[in-house]
DNA sequence: GCATCATTGTCCGCTTTCGTACCGAGTCCG
DNA sequence: CGGACTCGGTACGAAAGCGGACAATGATGC
């Protein structure tokens, strides 16, 4: 499935770009399958590929040296990688990968660098999405600063939902663990404390959210500032 | 002091702009006095003044409303507020006040959006320290989530001394526990512990820094990688 | 079916931070 | 000088989270 030049797209972004910009980049348009685990970008290394997801999401971690790297994005189907590349430089600090597996389209860092030179609304449709992707970073560092891990649990699941579009999450506690940046018996405890709330039910390795509302109220303010300026600018 | 035109700055965003970019800018720019806790920008409130200070320097603050408010960046000498202009919206969610009183210049959004439409080089310089920013914040979301309040209070020291140039920081517990969103006698404690192993000496109402190195080290690594990237992109 | 492994649930003592309160010290102003 | 106010230091019990360990449970492979 890999390879072939996309006819549509499930990618909002690009579903949003005017077709006279989409025809500008769809030449160099690559389908490709996005496992568990890829890499999308590395820290500090130049980038060559940038992707926008049909499905599945990805995320987005700071200082991954020395085990205390954490999240601070996410990235599915509303967005692209590589916001570096639209800033003007080639790289970033942090490393981007997959975690929920599922599909994209890529392009290289030089043929968007191309097609952005000559069309500025093309640049100026990318750049409020990462303006958006910037919102959602602050609203990270906020739940990280001001909330309890039940909290941040709610609004991970949340924009995870968001992103895969159905009510199952496939995670285990070990990697919720690492991206919230906790101890992993410390989201077995939030969890239930979810489960109990009526707003979840989770078995082993899966999440199955019931109550979306249930879960945007216990996750007090810190999910939903982001999403609203999303739709505002994009929606 | 207020509403001449600027010959030279103090801003290094803005001498580190071509001579043709800043032209563009010049006849724009005013000279504006930047007391203390004055709003540079309100939250969801369209921006019409953007600021590049030429002394003091400015937070970012995400959520204001219900106390729940806690600084996601520091602006200063090195930068400029408004960088929701620069991604192609009016607004954002956040407030930018002045925490460290100085002076600056100011340019309507407006001339600043003829400008960047002129220039694609102007917009291009300023987008660079938009990323810049965006890791700043990045560091603040890393911090606030696996550190201690001793070193992200290390970590807020050496980002405002690097903005004033002095050794020395004018601010009350009272106020630093709201930046960092914590309770105001942990403050207390923590510039205790940090006078207690040398790096500073903190007075009524100011801090003065002795040892910028040993501070560096006790903020452990949540200080560097955002100013590093600065300086390879700006300086 | 049985052994193995990954995942989850629970527990311990400890550290960090919280919320709140209170008092002393410094500063300002009449 | 004296009173009022702001700011800083300290204390207390409670909550949250940690690091680490271990047992129970579910999935997987032979």
Chains 1, 2 share one sequence.
């Not at 189907?77 to 929920?100: A, K, N, W």
């Not at 995670?171 to 969890?191: C, D, I, K, N, Q």
């Not at 009526?198 to 945007?216: F, H, K, N, P, W």
Request: charged content about 25%.
């Amino acid at each position: 499935m890999s390879g072939n030049l996309p006819r549509s797209t499930a990618n909002r972004l690009l579903s949003r770009l005017s077709p006279e910009d989409f025809l500008l980049l769809q030449p160099n348009l690559k389908w490709v399958d996005l496992p568990l685990r890829r890499q999308l970008e590395r820290p500090n290394k130049p980038i060559d590929q940038i992707y926008f997801l049909e499905s599945g999401f990805a995320s987005v971690v700071a200082d991954g040296s020395g085990g205390r790297g954490i999240e601070v994005g996410l990235i599915g189907r509303e967005g692209m990688t590589g916001l570096s590349v639209l800033m003007g430089t080639d790289r970033s600090p942090h490393e981007t990968f997959i975690q929920s597996a599922g599909e994209g389209v890529r392009i290289s860092a030089g043929s968007l660098r191309r097609a952005m030179d000559i069309s500025r609304t093309l640049h100026g449709t990318l750049l409020l999405y990462a303006h958006a992707f910037a919102l959602q970073v602050t609203n990270t560092a906020m739940a990280n600063g001001r909330s309890k891990i039940e909290q941040r649990l709610a609004r991970w699941l949340l924009m995870a939902q968001d992103r895969i579009g159905k009510d199952e999450v496939l995670l285990t506690h070990e990697l919720l663990s690492l991206m919230l940046g906790v101890r992993r018996p410390g989201v077995t405890v939030a969890l239930k404390l979810l489960e109990e709330a009526g707003v979840l039910r989770a078995r082993r390795g899966l999440i199955s959210i019931t109550d979306r509302r249930g879960l945007e109220r216990l996750a007090d303010r810190t999910y939903g500032v982001a999403e609203a300026e999303y739709r505002r600018l994009l929606g």
